[in-house]
Structures are given as structure tokens and as C-alpha cells.
């Protein structure tokens, strides 16, 4: 059974930084795209940023480009997510997901989930 278990996140005053990372155990993470979502207050949950299962290609949503980054280690199982220049409205449960279809950066695909962390950011 595939179990995701991210951490990193807290409390970030808007204009700092955060580094989120997922746990990976279960299934060797090379087998498996990953990504990072979050669901603000409020708001659905949304897509931020995704990467192939070498780490050899990104997607990032439009409003997180140039300040986040995506990162993944497959001997160690973990993935990361770098935030710079956080915004207050980076304020969201972010969650780490894992889709094992072909579609690495399709939304739709990711069908397991970790349990989120809460990102604040304070103005």
C-alpha cells in the first residue's frame, strides 16, 4: 500500500520562504508521477506543480511559476516542494499526490493522496 506523508509546512511571513516534502513508502518512486496540490479556503483544490517520474520535466500553474520548484529523489523516496516569495494567497492545505497513468501532469490522473499540511502566510 502506497502511504504518502508530507511535512514541512507552518506558519511564513508573505515575502519568506518554505520547503514542503512527501514521504514516499510503499512503491518505488520511480514508478510513480508526483505532484503537489493545495485547496485554499474556500476554493477547490488545484494543481500547483507536477513532475514526470525521472524528474525530467515540470509543470508549474501560472501563479506559482518562477517562485516554486519541484523536486523529487528517487533513491531516497521523497519529493519536495521549494516556495519562494510567498504571497498570502499561497495560503492553502497543500497536499502531495502520486499518479501512476501515463498522463504525469494531468490533474485527473493523481488518485493517491497524502493526508496535506497547512501552509499560512502572513501579510
Known amino acids: 500500500q502506497v502511504r504518502l506523508v508530507e511535512s514541512g509546512g507552518g506558519l511564513v511571513q508573505a515575502g519568506g520562504s518554505l520547503t514542503l516534502s512527501c514521504a514516499v513508502s510503499g512503491r518505488a518512486l520511480s514508478g510513480l508521477a508526483m505532484g503537489w496540490f493545495r485547496r485554499a479556503p474556500g476554493k477547490g483544490r488545484e494543481l500547483v506543480a507536477a513532475?514526470?517520474?525521472?524528474?525530467?520535466?515540470?509543470h508549474y500553474d501560472e501563479s506559482v511559476k518562477g517562485r516554486f520548484t519541484i523536486s523529487r529523489d528517487n533513491d531516497n523516496n521523497t519529493v519536495w516542494l521549494q516556495m519562494k516569495s510567498l504571497e498570502s494567497e499561497d495560503t492553502a492545505v497543500y497536499y502531495c499526490?502520486?499518479?501512476?497513468?501515463?498522463?504525469?501532469?494531468?490533474?485527473?490522473?493523481?488518485?493517491?493522496w497524502g493526508q496535506g499540511t497547512q501552509v499560512t502566510v502572513s501579510s
Open positions: 499526490a502520486a499518479n501512476v497513468r501515463s498522463q504525469w501532469n494531468d490533474a485527473q490522473m493523481f488518485s493517491l
Open positions: 513532475i514526470s517520474w525521472l524528474g525530467e520535466r515540470t
